[in-house]
């Protein structure tokens, strides 16, 4: 006779999950916003888009992203008849993505030529929206889809008609099957932040060049279109000495060019996608621009790429302040539920505050680039400067938003089956490529020092602030002084030259804390009058006490306050500006 086993316990207290989420649908902040920062035409014709995709993080995307995530791609050096073939292959599960990305959504093109059924190129807002969104499942596939974006944009700028003919309506192309793909090839061995020390080399032939040399870090490594920058021979010394250079996959006449993959790096994160080492052994290539502005104009493409990085980084925060609110909400510990213990609420309150920084800043600076783009001269100059400081203050927060909030789950968060250990692995590489934090704080400084780019942001930031309507008086003054003194460090940082640079981070995250207080002001002041929510108000205050003017170690927590807040901003609910006035005014 068998003994019966005992029944197998279930658990009456189970991970919660987010599986089935609309993840725009539930993000209150982000509809909020784009009522401010998205005109009503665009936002009407474009929510379906949004929701749509904010359904897919919930469901077919995930799951792709995960198992695009465990079978990373597979470099083929040969085909099976001993022939060099160098063939990247991908996962179906990151075709599938890809055909999300490129084709459905139209991310990579939707800048440079009507999409989504609108008339004409999407605005930056929304275009930003769709990467916010689809970085919450999936980080890796971005970058592509970005590089292709930023190139095509770069070409555009910089190319002569030949190259656009040729190139620009694969680039461009409707169709997911016959589109192609971008990449840039800048970093060698010697030359990673100190792009100076290039050491490939372009020789001239014909009417285009031949290329030499070893590129170390190539992501999307088998693109179709690739950025090279490379010295042309008897070029100077420096970033002046560098040339641009287009080089494709394959020739005008279908043959490969003369370059290969020779191996494919073992990452931590983005495993979905394949950033390779290249040897150029004389490949084709044609100039773009100017033979000595290679490094100037590689630079468009550079700052496009660190925008896209810092809304992802935005967006992953996104992601894991989710995954932490729907955790600390259903299960319980100690009888309660999470979310109603003292010390859970402070964690998630650490949490918000950097994802809701990162979101109005990133957006507020889609569209100084939009006015940029228009040729408004504050656009240009405040584009240039918030492009790195969110670059390295969003990307740097996001490393530790992903980190904490897979301590929320639990052991659960250290698992790979749920997403938090992988937004963690991934955000790291935000703060990496594309210019590392010190070389992103260095490039704020930078910005101040050569183009004044820190006052135009004061002047415009400032109006702003002397605009909004509803601003407590005290608040209002306290932030200016704030916006003020951050302005002065970030110049004084600027003027002190090689004595500056340790100071570059401080002063780039003073900056860019203040800046946010009061873009966040602004915003709740607006949102107020519109909805009769002045939560983003609330949001600012506890910037400047958090990040601004909390110094002291010892200082006691003031725990009634912190209750209160937390009670207003880890619910959706409406909080009217009466509510939180008092709040508002200096402790
Ligand atoms: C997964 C991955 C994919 C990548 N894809 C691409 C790609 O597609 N194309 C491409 O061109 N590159 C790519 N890169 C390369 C990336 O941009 C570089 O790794 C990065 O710019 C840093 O260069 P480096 O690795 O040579 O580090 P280094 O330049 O050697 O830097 C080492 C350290 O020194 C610090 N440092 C350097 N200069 C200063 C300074 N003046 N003051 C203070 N500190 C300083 C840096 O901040 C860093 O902490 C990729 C990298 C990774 C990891």
């Known amino acids: 006779m068998t003994t019966p086993s005992p029944p197998r316990r279930v658990s009456t207290n189970p991970q919660p999950e987010t599986r089935g989420m609309n993840f725009f649908d539930a993000d209150t902040a982000l509809q909020s916003l784009l009522s401010l920062y998205l005109p009503a035409a665009d936002r009407d014709h474009l929510t379906p888009h949004f929701h749509k995709l904010g359904a897919l993080v919930g469901d077919r995307l995930d799951d792709l992203a995960c198992t695009a995530d465990r079978n990373p791609p597979v470099l083929h050096v040969r085909n099976r008849q001993g022939h060099d073939a160098d063939r990247v292959e991908k996962h179906p599960a990151y075709v599938e993505m890809e055909r999300f990305a490129f084709g459905e959504f139209e991310m990579s093109a939707m800048s440079h030529r009507p999409a989504l059924g609108w008339p004409e190129p999407i605005h930056h807002v929304a275009k930003y929206t ?236 889609a569209v100084a680039l939009r006015r940029a783009d228009e040729g408004d001269e504050t656009g240009m100059k405040m584009r240039r400067i918030l492009t790195p400081l969110l670059k390295f203050r969003v990307c740097r927060d996001a490393r530790k938003v992903t980190g904490d909030a897979m301590e929320v789950r639990g052991g659960c968060g250290y698992i790979e089956e749920w997403i938090e250990a992988r937004l963690v692995r991934d955000s790291h590489l935000g703060s990496i490529w594309e210019g590392t934090s010190n070389i992103t704080a260095l490039d704020v400084l930078r910005a101040a020092k050569r183009e004044e780019a820190h006052v135009w942001l004061r002047k415009e930031l400032s109006a702003n602030l002397a605009a909004a309507h509803g601003i407590p008086e005290e608040f209002r003054v306290e932030l200016s002084g704030l916006l003020d003194r951050a302005v002065d460090l970030v110049a004084r940082t600027a003027a002190a030259g090689r004595t500056g640079e340790r100071s570059a981070r401080q002063a780039a995250s003073a900056l860019f804390h203040a800046a946010s207080a009061v873009v966040m002001a602004v915003e709740g002041a607006a949102l107020a009058e519109e909805k009769g929510d002045a939560r983003r108000l609330l949001m600012a205050k506890l910037v400047v006490e958090q990040k601004l003017t909390a110094s002291d170690p010892f200082m006691e927590i003031d725990v009634d306050t912190e209750a209160a807040d937390a009670e207003w901003l880890l619910s959706d609910a409406s909080i009217p500006l009466g509510d939180v006035s008092t709040r508002l005014k200096k402790r």
């Not at 409707?174 to 010697?190: I, N, P």
């Not at 621009?289 to 468009?300: K, P, S, Y």
């Not at 700052?303 to 932490?324: D, F, I, T």
């Open 130 to 365: 769709l990467q916010y969104l689809f970085a919450q499942s999936e980080f890796g596939l971005l970058c592509p889809m970005s590089m292709t974006d930023s190139l095509t944009r770069t070409l555009i700028r910089y190319a002569d008609q030949s190259l656009l003919d040729r190139y620009l309506p694969a680039l461009l192309a409707e169709d997911f099957e016959s589109a192609a793909q971008g990449a840039m090839f800048m970093t060698e061995q010697d030359a990673g932040s100190d792009v100076g020390e290039t050491v490939t080399t372009a020789v001239r032939d014909g009417d285009a060049w031949r290329l030499f040399g070893d590129k170390w870090f190539c992501s999307n490594a088998d693109a179709d279109v690739v950025l090279v920058l490379a010295r042309p021979e008897g070029g100077g010394e420096g970033t002046r000495g560098l040339g641009l250079f287009l080089m494709p996959r394959l020739l005008p006449d279908g043959s490969p060019n003369r370059y290969r993959i020779v191996r494919l790096k073992d990452k931590l994160g983005t495993r979905s996608m394949a950033s390779g080492e290249i040897t150029l052994e004389g490949a084709s290539a044609w100039l773009v621009g100017d033979l000595d502005r290679g490094f100037v104009q590689i630079a468009e493409m550079v700052n496009q790429s660190r925008l896209s990085n810092a809304v992802r980084a935005a967006g992953m925060m996104r992601r894991s302040l989710h995954e932490a609110l729907c955790v600390s909400r259903n299960r319980k510990a100690f009888g309660s539920n999470l979310i109603d213990l003292p010390l859970m609420q402070r964690q998630l309150l650490k949490l918000l505050l950097p994802t809701e920084q990162a979101l109005s800043l990133c957006l507020f600076t």
